[in-house]
């Protein structure tokens, strides 16, 4: 609806899984990024790629890594998370990034995938 | 730092009244300010944005937002709301300096109810 998509809408993991998120948009946009939603609490910025580069890691640890192949495409690669990792991930995209000069520009956000660490 | 606050965690109004959707916003230089909504299971959806120009911005679904320099503020208002309205709300703000002050900041969001 939005021209971003997110798969798994829902997952399920234990601590010593790995697993990925994928996002794709469909907006011709070259910006793309991850937020962490947490219950009572804002957006989390995790990560900024622009023009498939990452241009913003916001003290994420390292058990998240991003991947962004092209600018149509993110990966949030998910390796050894603790039960406060489960959130609503959330990946958006907008035409050029705020640090691009892109700060005028809205982003539109995918539906999510609800993450669940046991 | 830029910083957005929005004051009141829930909002309750009968369907048919006015709504109003506080924010307030801290943020070096000129700000970019948004507003956007989100429904059960669904993410982020843009309503409207303040770049310059006009106060006032009108967007989707009839809602509309003041922008105020001098209280810098954002609100979020509706003439008459429906019960379709209730959902998440979030004010989201950035400088217009590029670096770090390029990431859009967020609110921790203001839950609206409207009750028929």
């Known amino acids: 609806e939005t021209g971003v998509t997110q798969t798994p809408r829902h997952l399920v993991m234990g601590m010593t899984n790995k697993k990925s998120l994928k996002c794709e948009q469909h907006?011709?946009?070259?910006?793309m990024y991850w937020y962490k939603q947490s219950a009572k609490k804002p957006l989390e910025l995790m990560f900024v790629?622009?023009?498939?580069?990452?241009?913003e890691n916001n003290s994420v640890p390292s058990r998240f890594s991003p991947e962004c192949p092209n600018s149509s495409h993110l990966f949030l690669h998910l390796h050894t998370l603790q039960p406060e990792d489960s959130a609503l991930y959330l990946c958006?995209?907008?035409?050029?990034?705020?640090?691009?000069?892109?700060?005028?520009?809205?982003?539109?956000f995918g539906p999510g995938t609800r993450l669940t660490v046991l | 730092a830029q910083s957005v606050a929005q004051p009141e965690d829930q909002v309750n109004v009968a369907e048919g009244n006015p709504l109003t959707v506080k924010c307030t916003y801290s943020?070096?230089?000129?700000?970019?300010l948004f507003w956007y909504v989100q429904y059960p299971n669904r993410g982020l959806q843009f309503l409207l944005k303040?770049?310059?120009?006009?106060?006032l911005v009108k967007g989707s679904y009839g809602f509309e937002a003041e922008f105020n320099k001098s209280q810098t503020s954002f609100h979020l208002k509706k003439p008459s709301a429906l019960v379709s309205d209730s959902a998440l709300y979030f004010c989201?703000?950035?400088?217009?300096?590029?670096?770090?002050?390029?990431?859009?900041?967020f609110g921790k969001g203001t839950k609206l109810s409207v009750k028929p």
């Open positions: 958006a995209s907008s035409q050029d990034s705020g640090l691009a000069g892109g700060g005028h520009n809205e982003q539109f």
């Open positions: 907006l011709g946009h070259n910006a």
């Open positions: 790629y622009s023009l498939e580069e990452r241009v």
């Open positions: 943020v070096s230089g000129n700000p970019y």
């Open positions: 303040y770049i310059t120009g006009d106060n």
């Open positions: 989201a703000v950035r400088g217009d300096y590029g670096g770090s002050q390029g990431n859009l900041i």
